[in-house]
């Protein structure tokens, strides 16, 4: 197939790709790299036939090679999260069938027994590499190419199997609408088993010709170094990244602070993704940088959907339009589609950027579409033309009264409590209201807080039948990899 048909590195030999540490690579020692990976994966095979290939491994060179090399040679990429416990990692690997892990020495040992008990061989990126590259196979558009995992915060995790096609339009699509060039530099330090990191940072930057700097964690001093230096001009992160630089500003003396935010101010570009991103925050945010976020919608199984646009206004706790190549549409719990604004529905999405299928799993597969269309389960609004996410329909949508409740909506205006700190909204089986809203609570350092005193506080700032009729206050509220609150957790808690 056409070379530009699937994730691909330009061909520049001489153009720097990737900042690994102290170490720079370019586009030509980087893409060399790649096929003799590629070859040694095959080992005299001409394809390797959608084969499963794993790798465990933080952002790196070796998971860029290993990523593309995987491509390449024809198999199925499966990244997993490094964060993730061992015996956590049976499932993933066991449902998709995984024959080969790519793990590196530091790694190794705490795999090998699991790797063993599965029959899968574990290797490393040097183990693999050969010492010359053979003629790869072509590749046809509709090949699987990629499972990730979903999140699993209300169900086990499904692989969610992409295309090359897949891939191909969910990187062409921001290129186009968030005018990528080869002028860009951008830090990766989120986790690489996510669709933002894999899709929206790396895949999009080296498609572009732009430079990727690889951190294997968000290391706030190097980074925030290499902000006061100029060295990026685009910035992507998970509202608690954004929250996370708030308060180090807080630790740190009042001329650093300056620094960094007057690093942030000229860049291009600061994204802001994967969970919702508090009004609160893209105030605080534009008031120490200048710079306006801008919020998208995404998830595992589309890619990116919509989009706030990059020249032109960015709506605070909006996601924006459709991106270019998708279509999106709102239902009603009926299946009829909503034309008016105002009224709530649920997000669906069609386009050459949805997934083919979860592996093994017919039934999920099928029950996730309707009508040609992908059923995300989140639930928005249109306002002048801009879609607000009103949450996820299972565990963010607050049947109350007679009420249908926006969970994030109230979580907004509680985060303006100078004692709030984090909140989760959720709600919870009541007698008399079916659901009775609920604010489970992280003060901020050194705050008390009632229940009195917040509802009083809340009177005149939300209707009435929104005002939580009880909160719990813990130390933190429990997270996935990608700082999204897991409510069901909450919900057993209570």
């Given at each position: 197939?056409?070379?530009d048909s699937f994730p691909q590195l330009i061909d520049d030999n001489d153009k720097l790709a990737l900042v690994d540490g102290d170490n720079n690579y370019s586009y030509g020692e980087v893409n060399a ?439 719990k206050i813990i130390d933190e509220l429990p997270r996935n990899a990608m700082g999204k609150v897991t409510k069901p957790a909450l919900k057993e808690m209570l």
């Amino acid at each position: 197939m056409a070379a530009d048909s699937f994730p691909q590195l330009i061909d520049d030999n001489d153009k720097l790709a990737l900042v690994d540490g102290d170490n720079n690579y370019s586009y030509g020692e980087v893409n060399a790299r790649i096929d003799r990976f590629a070859t040694g994966l095959l080992n005299g095979q001409t394809d390797l036939q959608e084969e499963r290939i794993a790798f465990f491994m933080p952002a790196s060179l070796d998971y860029v090679t290993t990523m593309h090399g995987v491509w390449r040679a024809g198999g199925i990429a499966v990244p997993l999260n490094v964060a993730s416990a061992v015996a956590e990692l049976d499932h993933y690997l066991s449902s998709a069938r995984v024959t080969r892990m790519i793990a590196n020495d530091e790694y190794q040992e705490s795999l090998r027994e699991l790797c063993a008990s599965l029959n899968i061989e574990l290797v490393s990126v040097a183990d693999v590499l050969a010492d010359e590259t053979v003629a790869l196979p072509s590749l046809e558009p509709d090949r699987r190419a990629m499972m990730l995992f979903t999140s699993g915060t209300t169900n086990k995790p499904k692989g969610v199997v992409s295309t090359h096609k897949t891939i191909h339009a969910q990187i062409t699509t921001l290129i186009e609408a968030w005018a990528w060039s080869e002028n860009d530099v951008i830090p990766l330090f989120l986790p690489l088993h996510h669709i933002h990191g894999i899709v929206n940072i790396l895949s999009c930057g080296l498609w572009a010709g732009a430079t990727v700097h690889l951190f294997a964690k968000f290391d706030i001093p190097k980074i925030t170094d290499q902000v006061i230096a100029g060295t990026y001009n685009v910035f992507m992160a998970v509202p608690t990244i954004y929250v996370k630089l708030i308060q180090y500003f807080d630790s740190i003396d009042a001329e650093r602070v300056q620094q960094i935010c007057a690093g942030f101010e000229p860049m291009r570009l600061n994204i802001s993704g994967s969970a919702a991103c508090p009004v609160k925050l893209f105030k605080q945010w534009r008031e120490l940088t200048g710079q306006i976020l801008l919020e998208r919608y995404g998830m595992t199984e589309i890619g990116m959907g919509i989009s706030n646009p990059y020249h032109g206004k960015r709506r605070a706790g909006c996601v924006g339009q459709a991106l270019p190549g998708v279509e999106v549409q709102l239902f009603d719990e009926y299946d009829g589609a909503i034309t008016e604004e105002a009224l709530p529905g649920e997000i669906r999405i069609k386009g050459d950027n949805v997934f083919l299928e979860y592996w093994d799993n017919e039934k999920a597969t099928r029950e996730s579409f309707k009508d040609g269309w992908f059923c995300t389960g989140d639930v928005a609004v249109v306002e002048d033309g801009y879609y607000r996410i009103m949450g996820r329909s299972s565990v963010d949508i607050i049947k109350s009264g007679g009420y249908k409740l926006s969970a994030l909506e109230i979580e907004g205006v509680l985060l303006n409590h100078d004692a709030i700190g984090e909140v989760a909204v959720i709600g919870v089986e009541d007698e008399t209201w079916g659901e009775s809203v609920t604010a489970v609570i992280a003060l901020v350092e050194g705050a008390e807080l009632d229940y009195d005193s917040l509802k009083q506080w809340c009177n005149g700032k939300m209707s009435s039948y929104k005002i939580p009729k009880a909160i719990k206050i813990i130390d933190e509220l429990p997270r996935n990899a990608m700082g999204k609150v897991t409510k069901p957790a909450l919900k057993e808690m209570l």
